[in-house]
């Protein structure tokens, strides 16, 4: 099926094929008719499925109207649970909003919030925001939400995670009632469903499952490796196997610092994102990594959301996630719609109950390689493929 077939206008049709894209993804295909119809939608799907054009086309469609935008006032409100994110999706509404006239910002908390004051004077077309800062903005009546048409609440499941659900419902009291509802979430959890049940009527629900056709391909296998040479594996693995590019995702802060200098001693040039870092620095690193000119890029977990680099071709789990949704999202950086990509993860022995949860998520186990050299001491035995976590045993 052909983009023109959704629904969408010319000038939109046009900035999606000067994009490249030929034909929509599956998420693309069933949420867009949902979304210009008016209805609410939840919708489960993970990044890399296309999902943030599946809301922005659709969005930038209804929007563009003849009327006119009061100061202070936002017509749609993305909410996302990092300003990494934020800056990706208010990206995505620049790129496909390119042939026509709506506002939009990005507003996340660390950085001065003055600049975000004075745009907001004017009005905004579709503000992305995370929900700290929004509501800061909202207490210090530097917008009013009386004329919002549409809410999207972007991977609600993250927000919840990281402890957004009061700052979320402060801000949904604020909202009136007659709005189009819009939730993307990567799982659909019980926290999630009732988020859904507080702020949507009559939904639409949508699926879509990552292992689709017309899913990215991903080629996911993982190492055994004891704990004290996971640096040294990982260098190895980047001179013998000539790795253009990854991104490597560490459990802290410091094991971030000390993994770049491990590797900088052995002359890989990388650098470290985690939520120590100034915006301004963690920005920079993000736009070297995405220019190419950075190869090898350290982060933590939270530091590393919402990165969205088309054509990423490698992540590595230098420390195994404790979450399986986690190990869902990572590997969901790498392969993006249409292209391939790598998901190594290294696993030691203390990992084991983690590996179990991730490959009984799979519901396959996955591919083991050994690399020379590197043969554990400490054995990780195959895993149980209908393993439960004790806290989830009936
Ligand atoms: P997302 O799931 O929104 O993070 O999107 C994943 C990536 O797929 C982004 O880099 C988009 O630019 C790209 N993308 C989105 N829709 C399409 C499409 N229909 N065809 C090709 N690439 C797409």
Request: with cysteine; net charge positive; aromatic share 6%.
């Amino acid at each position: 099926m052909p983009f023109s077939k959704l629904g969408l206008s010319d000038p939109i049709l046009k900035a999606v094929s000067d994009l490249g894209y030929t034909a929509p993804t599956a998420i693309q295909k069933q949420a867009i008719p949902v979304i210009l119809s008016g209805k609410d939608l939840i919708a489960a799907a993970q990044t890399g499925t296309g999902k943030t054009a599946s809301f922005v086309l659709p969005l930038l469609e209804t929007l563009n109207t003849e009327r006119k935008l009061r100061g202070k006032r936002i017509r749609a409100l993305i909410l996302t649970p990092t300003r990494e994110l934020a800056v990706q999706v208010e990206a995505s509404i620049t790129r496909y909003g390119k042939y026509l006239e709506l506002s939009s910002m990005a507003m996340y908390g660390g950085v001065d919030s003055q600049p975000h004051i004075q745009r907001l004077i004017w009005g905004i077309d579709i503000l992305v925001a995370t929900p700290g800062r929004l509501l800061d903005m909202a207490h210090q009546r530097a917008l009013h939400f009386e004329e919002l048409e549409v809410l999207v609440l972007d991977e609600a499941d993250r927000m919840l995670d990281m402890g957004f659900i009061d700052d979320i419902n402060k801000i949904i009291e604020r909202l009136p009632g007659d709005r189009q509802n819009l939730l993307f979430s990567a799982t659909i959890s019980d926290d999630v469903r009732s988020l859904a049940k507080r702020t949507i009527n009559d939904a639409v629900e949508i699926s879509i499952s990552p292992n689709r056709a017309a899913a990215p391909k991903i080629d996911q296998w993982l190492i055994t490796v004891d704990k004290g040479n996971k640096s040294a594996l990982l260098s190895h693995l980047i001179k013998e196997q000539e790795w253009d590019q990854a991104l490597i995702f560490i459990e802290t802060k410091h094991g971030a610092a000390k993994l770049v200098s491990q590797l900088v001693k052995r002359g890989i040039k990388a650098e470290a994102i985690h939520g120590g870092r100034t915006q301004a620095v963690r920005e920079k690193i993000l736009g070297d990594f995405k220019s190419g000119e950075l190869k090898f890029l350290v982060a933590t977990g939270i530091a590393a959301r919402g990165i969205d680099i088309y054509e990423l071709s490698r992540v590595v789990n230098y420390d195994l996630p404790d979450q399986v949704d986690d190990y869902i999202h990572r590997i969901g950086r790498t392969g993006r719609a249409g292209s391939s990509g790598e998901a190594i993860s290294f696993v030691s022995k203390d990992n084991f109950r983690n590996l179990c949860a991730i490959e009984s998520r799979l519901g396959h186990i996955i591919v083991r390689k050994e690399i020379e050299g590197f043969i554990t001491k400490k054995m990780v035995p195959v895993s149980i493929l209908n393993y439960v976590p004790k806290n989830k045993r009936g």
